[in-house]
Nanobody, 116 residues
């Protein structure tokens, strides 16, 4: 069993920055890759960023060059640094640990709102 807790969301102006954190607990040895997704009202869930166990990263097209995913194994935490934020980045952001001991785990989400 893996528990994921996101934090760091908030309200920021266009062009601002936020750093999201996702702390993992429980059977953290099960975790290999981790990812961030987001979902805005009335829209489908979208992959934001993905990081493998050996720190290879992948980003969604809409955030490339602006967002950075990283992880701290000692703290069992993954981060999402978000820069140059746009109103279209407004969404609920979710941390995930896919295929962790053959299960997919999700955090509760944290809200990000970017004012125009």
């Amino acid at each position: 069993q893996v528990q994921l807790v996101e934090s760091g969301g908030g309200l920021v102006p266009t062009g601002g920055s936020l750093r999201l954190s996702c702390a993992a607990s429980g059977s953290t040895f099960c975790i290999s890759a981790m990812a961030w997704y987001r979902q805005a009202p009335g829209k489908e869930r979208e992959l934001v960023a993905h990081i493998t166990s050996d720190s290879k990263t992948t980003y969604g097209d809409s955030v490339k060059g602006r967002f950075t995913i990283s992880r701290d194994y000692a703290k069992n935490t993954v981060y999402l640094q978000m820069n140059s934020l746009k109103p279209e980045d407004t969404a609920d952001y979710y941390c995930s640990a896919p295929h962790a001991c053959n299960n997919d785990y999700w955090g509760q989400g944290t809200q990000v709102a970017v004012s125009s």
